[in-house]
């Protein structure tokens, strides 16, 4: 099986847009699952259109087994263990338990990969604690989305040398694989000059996607973005990157 988590510390630059996106494509080419590790639970809102009787955090307290709380969304291939924001109970794990059980993730991913999934999606929440680290080091590939404006250079600097740090005191750690600029608007003179400045950073894959409502609508409307109705559908250059990334993923 192979795991991809899209983090950045910062808020709002898309990771939760975009892991539902690229998710979408994944299953296209083998069953995936998509684990929410956003206490926020934005990508089970936007997934799911019931509520689920378990959460991720239930598996992670060991109060269910893994297959009893995977739930299957809409698309075809497609599962997911939720996150449910109401009572808290991810940020709870976090914050107590998950310090006994560093590597709780590695062995989730063990337990998701002998279920028969080829691709396993992590969302997660801003900042840079020990749940977000926890996963991280049960990665195998990094996507590090970014917003094209004042600082979001210095935030990859941040990321990548958190990541290093993580990676050296637990020894492992995801490859960063790649860097997706996200609502780029190649009108406005600051995001060309900070599309530029990625260009040369070293050792990314680069993506670009564009300002395009389709995220939003599809939020709104519990679809993925691919599903969308003609007049809302995504522009053809969203859709061709994250077709783009889903390939990268799968190679
Ligand atoms: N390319 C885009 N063009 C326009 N709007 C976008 C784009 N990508 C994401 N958005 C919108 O921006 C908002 C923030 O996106 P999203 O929730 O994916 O970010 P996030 O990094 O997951 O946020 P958080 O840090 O709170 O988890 C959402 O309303 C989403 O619909
Ligand atoms: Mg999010």
């Not at 899209?6 to 630059?13: A, D, M, N, P, R």
């Not at 997934?47 to 809409?74: C, D, M, N, Q």
Request: charged letters at 25%.
């Amino acid at each position: 099986m192979k795991t991809v988590a899209f983090h950045l510390q910062k808020g709002g630059v898309g990771k939760t847009s975009l892991s539902g996106a690229i998710a979408y494509e994944l299953a296209r080419k083998g069953k995936t699952i998509i684990l929410d590790l956003d206490p926020q639970g934005n990508l089970s809102s936007w997934t799911l259109t019931e509520s689920p009787k378990w959460e991720l955090a239930a598996v992670l307290f060991g109060r269910v087994e893994t297959a009893a709380a995977i739930l299957a969304t809409p698309t075809p291939n497609l599962d997911i263990l939720p996150t449910f924001g109401l009572d808290g109970e991810l940020k709870l794990y976090g914050e107590n338990q998950l310090a006994s059980e560093p590597f709780i993730f590695c062995d989730l991913m063990e337990g998701l990969g002998a279920l028969g999934y080829e691709y396993a999606v992590m969302d997660l929440s801003p900042g840079m604690g020990r749940l977000e680290r926890a996963a991280l080091i049960a990665s195998d590939m990094v996507y590090t989305p970014m917003t094209p404006e004042a600082f979001s250079l210095d935030g990859i600097d941040i990321f990548k040398a958190e990541l290093a740090r993580t990676t050296k005191a637990m020894k492992r750690g995801p490859t960063h694989r790649g860097i997706i600029v996200n609502a780029f608007d190649s009108r406005i003179e600051q995001h060309k000059a900070i599309m530029s400045q990625a260009w040369e950073l070293q050792g990314f894959e680069l993506y670009t996607i564009p300002v395009d409502p389709c995220f939003r609508k599809a939020q709104a409307d519990c679809v993925p973005i691919q599903a969308l109705a003609k007049g809302k559908a995504p522009k053809p250059e969203t859709l061709a990157e994250i077709k783009k990334i889903g390939e990268a993923i799968c190679r």
